[in-house]
C-alpha cells in the first residue's frame, strides 16, 4: 500500500467535536469523547502513570480490530463487497484475515461512512505539530514487518528498540483493550444505564480513529514520531488480522 496523502482539515477537539450534519454526529462525537476520557484508566499502574508505548500499541490493536468489525458490518448488509478477504491458519493454530479491502478501510478510511482512516487521524497530528512527511514510517515497511513476524516469537511485537516496546503483547493488549471498549460502543454497562442506544457498528472504526489520533496529540511529546506512528501502526495492522475463535 502506497502513502496516504494527509487530510487538509484534520479532525481534532479538546471536547470531541468532530463531526456534523449528518444523522449520527451527536452520537458520534459523545462515543470519541468517552474513549478519549477513559482508554488510558485500565493501563495505568499503581501511581496512575501509564507506559505511553504500551497506550500507543493498545491503540492500535483496538483500532484495527474495530476496522474489521466495521468492514464486516458492510459486508453483511451488503454495502461492501466481499472481496480480496482470505484467512489463513498459521501454524500456532492462529488464523488471520488478509485482503487489501480490509487495508485499505483501516488505513485510508472511507468518507461515505465517515471515517477518516487511520494514516490521515495519525499524520494530520504530526503535520500539526510541524513534523514532515518525511518523519514518518514507511506504510508498505509496516505491512512487510508485521507479515513477516507472524508465526515467530516476534509476532504481533512492533518493531521498535527495546526500550520502546509495549509491556503486554499485542494479542493480549487488544484482548483486553476490546473488553473494555466494546461495552463503550454497545452502552452496555454492568454498573450504570447506558446513556444512549448502541452504536452502529460501521461507525466502530470512524470512533477509533479519531479518538486513537486525540490520543497521540496528548502524549505526542513523550517520544519521537516515527517510533511513536510505528508502534500505532503495526499494532492496528496485527490487530485487523486477528479473528476471534
Excluded at 518523519?135 to 509496516?142: I, R, S
Excluded at 508465526?151 to 520502546?164: H, K, N, R
Amino acid at each position: 500500500m502506497s502513502d496516504s496523502p494527509v487530510l487538509d482539515n484534520q479532525p481534532t477537539g479538546s471536547n470531541g467535536v468532530v463531526w456534523k450534519d449528518f444523522p449520527e454526529a451527536a452520537l458520534l462525537n459523545r462515543i470519541t469523547a468517552e474513549i478519549v476520557h477513559n482508554f488510558p484508566r485500565p493501563l495505568q499502574d499503581d501511581n496512575r502513570r501509564v507506559h505511553t508505548p504500551t497506550l500507543f500499541a493498545a491503540l492500535g490493536s483496538v483500532c484495527g480490530f474495530a476496522a474489521q468489525t466495521s468492514l464486516f458490518s458492510l459486508i453483511k448488509a451488503g454495502l461492501r463487497p466481499e472481496q480480496d478477504m482470505m484467512a489463513h491458519t498459521l501454524t500456532g493454530g492462529q488464523t488471520f484475515l488478509f485482503g487489501e479491502q480490509l487495508n485499505q478501510f483501516l488505513l485510508q478510511g472511507d468518507p461515505t461512512v465517515h471515517n477518516f482512516g487511520l494514516w490521515p487521524c495519525l499524520s494530520g497530528v504530526a503535520i500539526q505539530k510541524n513534523c514532515s512527511p518525511q518523519d514518518f514510517p514507511d506504510l508498505n515497511t509496516q505491512f512487510a514487518s508485521v507479515a513477516s513476524r507472524l508465526g515467530t516469537a516476534e509476532e504481533g511485537v512492533p518493531d521498535v528498540t527495546p526500550s520502546f516496546r509495549p509491556l503486554v503483547a499485542t494479542e493480549s493488549l487488544r484482548e483486553a483493550m476490546w473488553a473494555y471498549v466494546e461495552p463503550i460502543f454497545l452502552q452496555d454497562y454492568p454498573d450504570k444505564p447506558a446513556a444512549h442506544d448502541p452504536f452502529p457498528k460501521h461507525l466502530w472504526s470512524s470512533a477509533m480513529n479519531v479518538a486513537a489520533g486525540i490520543l497521540f496529540s496528548k502524549m505526542f511529546n513523550v517520544m519521537d514520531v516515527r517510533t511513536a506512528m510505528t508502534l500505532i501502526l503495526q499494532s492496528a495492522i496485527f490487530g485487523s488480522k486477528i479473528i476471534e475463535n
